[in-house]
């Protein structure tokens, strides 16, 4: 095994590890231009008007970039480091692009079981309460497709705050949400940022003032 992007220091490591990141697509102004940060774990939000580069960076976080995008620079959490082995970066990361059409064709609890495939932190008990807090209990043994925009957003954002991955990104959570279910996420989040165990970066036009981030980038850093 290659030795550990954070190997050779006695202080925690931090959940994430970017050096000199840069993003562009092909004859536009870069979106991200030599951006280097350490982030630890709890609440990180990048923050940006529409058309910002919000969801390309969550996306290359994820090491999934999107078409056509010039991206140099690293990445590394504590298993897994990118340029390096892509399978092993997504092993560590959960995300679901909010525009998906990958779970269109299974049922609520097969797209469950999709997402929490070798998670094996994955928490049910939270999950399942989860579930209960977004209004999903009626819909579980339904076709994805036969539920709403929001009630799909909802079986995801169940499925990424009981993930045990250490890095969650979440793409605009609160869209297409009911009151109530924007109050029981930011109560989740409010959670994941007191346990301090694992990183949380939400992209979001809206600075959800309530919460406890931790750092918090705006968006394009250029």
């Keep these: 095994m290659a030795p550990s992007p954070f190997s050779g220091t006695d202080?925690?490591?931090?959940?994430?590890?970017?050096?000199?990141?840069?993003?562009a697509f092909e004859g536009s102004t870069p979106l991200v231009r030599a951006w280097s940060a350490d982030l630890g774990p709890g609440l990180t939000l990048l923050h940006g008007d529409t058309g910002s580069g919000?969801?390309?960076?969550?996306?290359a976080l994820a090491g999934e970039p999107a078409p056509g995008l010039a991206l140099r620079g690293g990445l590394a959490l504590p298993l897994a480091a990118l340029p390096g082995d892509a399978a092993a970066w997504r092993?560590?990361?959960?995300y679901v692009d909010p525009g998906t059409q990958a779970f269109?064709?299974?049922?609520?609890?097969?797209?469950?079981?999709?997402?929490?495939?070798d998670d094996?932190?994955?928490?049910?008990?939270?999950?399942?309460?989860?579930?209960?807090?977004?209004?999903?209990?009626?819909h579980l043994d339904k076709g994805m497709h036969m539920l709403s925009t929001g009630s799909r957003r909802k079986v995801w954002l169940a499925c990424a705050l009981a993930s045990g991955r250490p890095l969650t990104l979440l793409d605009e959570p609160g869209a297409a949400l009911d009151a109530?279910?924007?109050?029981?996420?930011?109560?989740?989040?409010?959670?994941?940022?007191?346990?301090?165990?694992?990183?949380?970066?939400?992209?979001?036009?809206?600075?959800?003032?309530?919460?406890?981030?931790r750092a918090r980038f705006d968006l394009p850093m250029a």
């Design 11 to 23: 202080a925690p490591p931090p959940a994430l590890r970017i050096r000199d990141l840069h993003l």
């Design 54 to 59: 919000k969801s390309t960076l969550l996306r």
């Design 91 to 94: 092993r560590q990361v959960f």
């Design 104 to 117: 269109h064709a299974m049922g609520v609890r097969e797209s469950v079981a999709q997402l929490r495939a």
């Design 120 to 138: 094996a932190g994955f928490d049910t008990a939270r999950w399942e309460a989860l579930a209960e807090a977004f209004g999903l209990a009626p």
């Design 180 to 213: 109530a279910s924007v109050r029981a996420l930011q109560a989740a989040l409010a959670e994941v940022a007191q346990a301090g165990r694992r990183l949380v970066i939400v992209a979001s036009g809206e600075a959800w003032p309530a919460l406890p981030w």
